[in-house]
């Protein structure tokens, strides 16, 4: 990024045209528009790896039900993207994302206290709702936001800059929210096999080699067609797939913890977006 920008402004210097104007990203209402998107889809892109992988892998929905328990989510999300500039075509952007993102956050925090082994996949209803009322009130302002930053004539350089960052966030959150959940539970799957007493000590030495790298995510069809194949006895199966059900729980709450932790970081940039719808007399002023 640092290359990029370097090489941006080399250009402008040479009186070349860069593929983005650096100096558009000082602009104050822009750059926390802009920061906002980011933050905005690397949540919802993480939201989007945990959720469909706990109901269709961990309880293993089918697509078709995983998608009938994501819809409250799409539902809430047209509702607040439609509703809120109708309903309240005046009110401040700045109020607007702040309220989304801790809707977005409140969401997060409701299904990491709600996970757990014994829950079904009507625990996901409630987050899902107020994820997808804040993706709608963001979805609301920061497009406005950030077309009006700039004069016209730079809307399609600003629109690629725009799509470059939605992108960006979206890639982070994902790998983020995967990788941190991928690291927990494999942490916590081989922590709960060496303390089973159900499992021999050579199973426990085997697992912890061959595992050490990384568990991977399956659902208890899975592993338990796995160790029917390796002839494992019901004692020593029902261990693995106690410890694997547990594991995949501290993963995904691992991975919402850290949303909620990224969604908090987003706050402190609100602070950059207008307290005034664009074009109105305030803003104007």
Same mark, same amino acid.
């Given at each position: 990024?640092?290359?990029?920008?370097?090489?941006?402004?080399?250009?402008? +210097?040479?009186? %070349?045209?860069?593929?983005?104007?650096?100096?558009?990203?000082?602009?104050?209402?822009?750059?926390?528009?802009?920061?906002?998107?980011?933050?905005?889809?690397?949540?919802?892109?993480?939201?989007?790896?945990?959720?469909?992988?706990?109901?269709?892998?961990?309880?293993?929905?089918?697509?078709?039900?995983?998608?009938?328990?994501?819809?409250?989510?799409?539902?809430?999300?047209?509702?607040?993207?439609?509703?809120?500039?109708?309903?309240?075509?005046?009110?401040?952007?700045?109020?607007?994302?702040?309220?989304?993102?801790?809707?977005?956050?409140?969401?997060?925090?409701?299904?990491?206290?709600?996970?757990?082994?014994?829950?079904?996949?009507?625990?996901?209803?409630?987050?899902?709702?107020?994820?997808?009322?804040?993706?709608?009130?963001?979805?609301? +302002?920061?497009?406005?936001?950030?077309?009006?930053?700039?004069? +016209?004539?730079?809307?399609?350089?600003?629109?690629?800059? %725009?799509?470059?960052?939605?992108?960006?966030?979206?890639?982070?959150?994902?790998?983020?929210?995967?990788?941190?959940?991928?690291?927990?539970?494999?942490?916590?799957?081989?922590?709960?096999?060496?303390?089973?007493?159900?499992?021999?000590?050579?199973?426990?030495? %085997?697992?912890?080699?061959?595992?050490?790298?990384?568990?991977?995510?399956?659902?208890?069809?899975?592993?338990?067609?796995?160790?029917?194949?390796?002839?494992?006895?019901?004692?020593?199966?029902?261990?693995?797939?106690?410890?694997?059900?547990?594991?995949?729980?501290?993963?995904?709450?691992?991975?919402?913890?850290?949303?909620?932790?990224?969604?908090?970081?987003?706050?402190?940039?609100?602070?950059?977006?207008?307290?005034?719808?664009?074009?109105?007399?305030?803003?104007?002023?």
């Amino acid at each position: 990024m640092w290359l990029f920008f370097r090489w941006e402004d080399r250009l402008m +210097q040479r009186g %070349q045209e860069p593929l983005v104007d650096p100096t558009l990203l000082k602009n104050r209402e822009l750059s926390g528009g802009l920061t906002m998107f980011f933050f905005q889809y690397l949540i919802q892109m993480g939201v989007f790896f945990i959720v469909p992988l706990y109901l269709s892998v961990a309880l293993g929905l089918s697509a078709l039900a995983t998608g009938v328990r994501i819809l409250p989510l799409s539902l809430t999300l047209l509702l607040a993207a439609v509703g809120i500039p109708r309903l309240f075509p005046k009110a401040s952007p700045r109020a607007v994302v702040r309220i989304g993102l801790l809707a977005m956050i409140v969401g997060a925090v409701v299904l990491m206290v709600t996970l757990d082994i014994s829950s079904g996949a009507e625990v996901t209803t409630v987050p899902l709702l107020l994820v997808g009322l804040g993706m709608g009130a963001l979805a609301s +302002q920061l497009g406005a936001v950030v077309v009006s930053a700039v004069p +016209q004539e730079r809307s399609a350089e600003i629109g690629g800059v %725009q799509n470059t960052v939605t992108n960006l966030g979206a890639s982070i959150g994902t790998a983020l929210a995967g990788s941190v959940m991928i690291a927990v539970l494999t942490s916590s799957f081989l922590t709960n096999v060496q303390e089973s007493p159900a499992i021999p000590a050579d199973v426990k030495n %085997q697992a912890t080699t061959q595992l050490s790298g990384g568990v991977p995510f399956v659902s208890d069809a899975q592993l338990q067609s796995a160790l029917d194949e390796a002839g494992a006895d019901t004692e020593l199966a029902q261990a693995a797939l106690d410890a694997n059900s547990d594991a995949q729980i501290d993963g995904l709450k691992a991975a919402l913890a850290i949303l909620v932790l990224t969604g908090l970081i987003g706050l402190i940039f609100v602070r950059r977006l207008p307290t005034a719808q664009p074009g109105s007399s305030r803003d104007s002023a």
